[in-house]
T-cell receptor, first 118, second 116 residues
């Protein structure tokens, strides 16, 4: 099956700093990637939809200036949490879909990245 | 807007027994996909089973099967011969068939405990 890799898996940073999380599709081209946020024992909440070569579409209530998403290539999307604060601490998960006729309806998920802001 | 509801926050089952996880959804669309994902302690999301709304036949994957009731907007997951490795959080998810994004809408999740 298709593989999506996230890096880093864990990151600890000081309040006020920025953190970048990468999401890569290793063996397929992903025209669309999705970024989710998950609090402990809760569901995945969609933050934004990232399309290669265009601006991300953010869900209602998600600050686009706080969570910068870049999808510069068909295999890489990045999420940058700017000026992070303790309330940004969470588990962030990306997922990707194949494109065109290869799209089977399934999304492939990365391993997730746990962010802790001190 | 579409919503997905899982009314069982926690479930437990004895090893080798059968358990059913409930899921209901709300949509005005006629064509869509439904999924069950498993999230073990590693937090990696794993696709368990998928169902296309236009198919009347219930999907089956080995020990996992669904009961898809389109009119009732119900999509339950049955796990037969439960194994210790089935212990995880299970999410029901909905995706529109139309449009180009393919984004998933998740239910709240059900934590399944498997007792030896």
């Amino acid at each position: 099956g298709a593989v999506v890799s996230q890096h880093p898996s864990r990151v600890i940073c000081k309040s006020g700093t920025s953190v970048k999380i990468e999401c890569r599709s290793l063996d397929f081209q992903a025209t669309t990637m999705f970024w989710y946020r998950q609090f402990p024992k809760q569901s995945l909440m969609l933050m934004a939809t990232s399309n290669e070569g265009s601006k991300a579409t953010y869900e209602q209530g998600v600050e686009k200036d706080k969570f910068l998403i870049n999808h510069a290539s068909l295999t890489l999307s990045t999420l940058t949490v700017t000026s992070a604060h303790p309330e940004d601490s969470s588990f962030y998960i990306c997922s990707a879909r194949t494109s065109g006729r290869a799209f089977t309806g399934e999304l492939f998920f990365g391993e997730g990245s746990r962010l802790t802001v001190l | 807007a579409q919503t997905v509801t899982q009314s069982q926050p926690e479930m437990s089952v004895q090893e080798a027994e059968t358990v059913t996880l409930s899921c209901t959804y709300d949509t005005s669309e006629s064509d869509y996909y439904l999924f069950w994902y498993k999230q073990p302690p590693s937090r990696q999301m794993i696709l368990v089973i998928r169902q296309e709304a236009y198919k009347q036949q219930n999907a089956t994957e080995n020990r996992f099967s669904v009961n898809f009731q389109k009119a009732a907007k119900s999509f339950s997951l049955k796990i037969s011969d439960s194994q210790l490795g089935d212990a995880a959080m299970y999410f029901c998810a909905y995706r529109s068939a139309g449009g180009n994004t393919g984004k998933l809408i998740f239910g709240q999740g059900t934590t399944l405990q498997v007792k030896p």
